[in-house]
């Protein structure tokens, strides 16, 4: 069974803070990662996926990646309450094109 | 364009009734998967769809069915409801391994 583990948080920050989200993954020939974003009572929305070991960046997020280390994290820069929700990393084992999901980390961002 | 669609959203069934759920995916995306997800996890995946033919299947009893049509819109059918089985059943399409998720069916069996 391949796993994806995150740390359920919640994981606290102030307003303006970098939050700094991780993952870790236990499929060695995994090759897609992505990020994805739940409000509480909506369903996940995609905020950055990533291909290749180092760093993506898209407005105030970043991803980074670590295959020699199977590790993804997620930063998200100057921190805003709406930011506040649980983000999930998701990998699709070696050849498959179906993503595997970790639990979520809860971020709670305060004013 | 439209997102994906999930029907219905909220519905309440007892034990032992059977459910079907249903999904039109985004236009032009081939490929549809389901998903279960309980309060504080993460989505538990239950089958992929592509071109109307299973190209997987999670951990999940055969009690769980599903098929794709021709259209590529696509039903979940639970059958013999568990109370276990009271979650928010999501289904997503895809493109290049990307999800994309409709709003989720959330369903309480009591």
């Known amino acids: 069974q391949k796993e994806v583990e995150q740390n359920s948080g919640p994981l606290s920050v102030p307003e303006g803070a970098i939050a700094s989200l991780n993952c870790t993954y236990s499929d060695r020939v995994s090759q897609s990662f992505f990020w994805y974003r739940q409000y509480s009572g909506k369903s996940p929305e995609l905020i950055m996926s990533i291909y290749s070991n180092g760093d993506k960046e898209d407005g105030r997020f970043t991803a980074q990646l670590n295959k020699a280390s199977q590790y993804v994290s997620l930063l998200i820069r100057d921190s805003q309450p709406s930011d506040s929700a649980t983000y999930l990393c998701a990998v699709p084992s070696g050849g498959s094109y179906i993503p595997t999901f970790g639990r979520g980390t809860s971020l709670i961002v305060h004013p | 364009d439209a997102g994906v669609t999930q029907s219905p959203t909220h519905l309440i069934k007892t034990r032992g009734q059977q459910v079907t759920l249903r999904c039109s995916p985004i236009s032009g995306h081939k490929s549809v998967s389901w998903y279960q997800q309980v309060l504080g996890q993460g989505p538990q995946f239950i089958f992929q769809y592509y071109e109307k033919e299973e190209r997987g299947r999670g951990n999940f009893p055969d009690r769980f069915s599903a098929r794709q049509f021709p259209n590529y819109s696509s039903e979940l059918n639970v059958n013999a409801l568990l109370l276990g089985d009271s979650a928010l059943y999501l289904c997503?399409?895809?493109?290049?391994?990307?999800?994309?998720f409709g709003e989720g069916s959330r369903l309480t069996v009591l």
């Open positions: 997503a399409s895809s493109f290049d391994g990307e999800l994309f």
